[in-house]
């Protein structure tokens, strides 16, 4: 049983179903092929380090079992020529231009290079690794809470088109009335609809660690889910609700569509009811009820410290409900619109909008992770690059469902 051909085989019809599919989606056999290929590739790995351990055992008592280390039919135990055979599929995938796929070969643990005296391990000796401090100190972050308000939608496509209906105004299109008898009846002429085309965009970032990093598999998770991708998380706040569009790369935002309505307060006692006239201008509009409200953590707390003239707060004190009834609410909602606290927008502006309905955020796919050390100098500086990316595009349907606020001094 030659176990390192079997693998060679495994990867080569893997190499074969890649190829095979440029420039198109696997289908469904295709990438059941592919699962259960990338499992023998496994199982045989397994395998063959058994084999490397075993042939190791062998080779350090004697015996007429013993391989010779040269001999037909037996695996390799030095490091290049294990390291050579394991990383075929990765040179291979090199030459394709698959640069971030390829594999690592990891040689057995207490295999020695062909040559090499045997010798048994002595506790205590070899040389001392120095301890490597792994806690960092994390720069300000927060939530990113613009994708999870707005409408969420998938795509098989690169891009999406829909139709925005333009504004009905009755001095221009029409309107129904009473007729009287023999009267001529009024006609209507609804308003042209918006050609909207929204095209895929890549939000990607990345980081490097070193090896001594890398060994710690809940560091890397960490480094992954706590820093890479809240900073990605929080690039996308930003952009969908502030992006100009970036001449076609990157996205527009919510603020920068046009035929969102507005609204002023004369002065910040007034900025509360501006919300709530915000509110009616979108139903009045669309007939759509807003559910969000995003505001700067600043503006928000003018809101959440407001008084009444006994001094009592409006939204609850520090340790009661208003008035003395209740608990003391987790950031309450204005006019019950649940507050989108964040950073992203700036601070003097606010906005209300029926986010679930009037604008869609579809993704293709989820945000990809891919780790390689063939990026530029990784290899020979040991360390690794760590890729988030994932591709998404905003579709804002009823830029009428919005409504931007400026907010009182």
Do not use: C
């Amino acid at each position: 049983m030659n176990l390192m051909k079997e693998r060679d085989d495994a990867a080569r019809a893997i190499s074969g179903i890649k190829s095979g599919a440029k420039g198109r989606e696997l289908t469904a056999e295709e990438v059941e092929k592919v699962l259960d290929l990338d499992a023998e590739l496994k199982r045989l790995d397994g395998l063959i380090v058994k084999q490397q351990k075993a042939a190791e055992v062998l080779t350090i008592f004697g015996g007429e079992n013993a391989p010779t280390p040269d001999g037909p039919g037996t695996e390799p135990r030095a490091l290049g020529e294990y390291a050579a055979k394991s990383l075929g599929a990765g040179l291979a995938a090199i030459k394709d231009g698959r640069r971030t796929q390829v594999d690592t070969a990891e040689y057995p643990l207490g295999a020695k290079a062909a040559g090499d005296a045997h010798t048994l391990k002595v506790e205590g000796a070899g040389m001392v690794e120095p301890q490597i401090d792994k806690n960092i100190v994390h720069q300000f972050v927060q939530r990113p809470t613009i994708a999870s308000w707005l409408g969420a939608g998938q795509l098989n496509s690169n891009a999406i088109t829909y139709f925005v209906e333009k504004a009905y105004e009755s001095g221009t299109h029409g309107k129904v009335g009473y007729v009287a008898e023999n009267a001529k009846k009024p006609g209507l002429t609804f308003p042209d609809y918006e050609k909207v085309t929204e095209t895929l965009k890549k939000i990607a970032a990345w980081i490097k660690i070193s090896d001594e990093m890398a060994d710690d598999a809940p560091f890397i998770a960490s480094e992954i889910n706590s820093r890479l991708l809240l900073q990605v998380a929080l690039f996308e706040e930003d952009a969908l609700l502030n992006g100009d569009g970036d001449s076609g790369s990157g996205i527009k935002g919510i603020l920068q569509r046009s035929g969102i309505l507005t609204e002023t307060a004369a002065s910040a006692s007034e900025n509360l009811d501006a919300i709530h006239k915000a509110m009616t201008k979108i139903q009045t509009a669309t007939g759509l009820r807003a559910d969000g409200l995003v505001i700067n953590p600043v503006d928000y707390e003018k809101l959440r410290l407001s008084k009444d003239g006994n001094g009592q707060y409006y939204a609850g004190g520090p340790f009661v409900g208003q008035y003395g009834n209740g608990l003391v609410p987790s950031d309450p909602a204005p006019w019950g619109l649940a507050p989108i606290i964040t950073t992203a927008i700036a601070e003097g502006t606010a906005l209300v909008g029926a986010g679930k309905v009037a604008a869609t955020l579809y993704r293709k796919g989820g945000i990809r992770v891919e780790a390689s050390n063939v990026d530029g100098e990784d290899f020979t500086h040991n360390r690794f690059t760590i890729l988030a990316e994932m591709r998404e595009l905003l579709a804002v349907r009823r830029p009428a469902g919005f409504a931007k606020i400026t907010l009182g001094a």
